[in-house]
């Protein structure tokens, strides 16, 4: 799993080092971030929504899929459940969409949402 759960300190903790108290969390979503541009922009600032893409060409996008949680200082911590680039739909994008949906449960569950 790519992010672990400090409940006694009521902290979460991304792999990578990065973390937030549980009370910092204002928003969580599930997104496809374009893999063009992960690492290089602010993170889930461009998305492909539903595996389309607004750019010409018949080129199938490669996406990273992750959970965006904004938090209350508006600053993003991103939790990526891809460890490398997946396709829309492909047997990798079903199970990384799948472990983003476990995470987020625990998530809203710990957040109480």
């Known amino acids: 799993m790519c992010v672990k759960f400090h409940d006694e300190?009521?902290?979460?903790e991304v792999?990578?080092?990065a973390s937030c108290l549980y009370n910092d969390i204002q928003k969580l979503s599930i997104q496809n971030e374009d893999a063009n541009f992960k690492?290089?922009?602010?993170?889930?600032t461009h998305t492909i929504l539903g595996g389309a893409t607004f750019m010409a060409g018949a080129v199938e996008p490669m996406m990273y899929?992750?959970?965006k949680v904004v938090l209350k200082d508006n600053s993003?911590?991103?939790i990526y459940?891809?460890?490398e680039k997946v396709l829309f739909n492909s047997n990798k994008?079903?199970?990384?969409?799948?472990?983003a949906n476990a995470i987020l449960k625990k998530l809203e569950?710990?957040?109480?949402?």
């Open 9 to 12: 300190e009521k902290r979460l």
């Open 15 to 17: 792999n990578g080092g």
């Open 39 to 44: 690492g290089k922009t602010k993170p889930f």
């Open 65 to 67: 899929v992750g959970i």
């Open 76 to 78: 993003v911590l991103p």
């Open 81 to 83: 459940v891809s460890k």
């Open 93 to 99: 994008y079903l199970n990384d969409v799948k472990e």
């Open 109 to 113: 569950k710990r957040l109480h949402v």
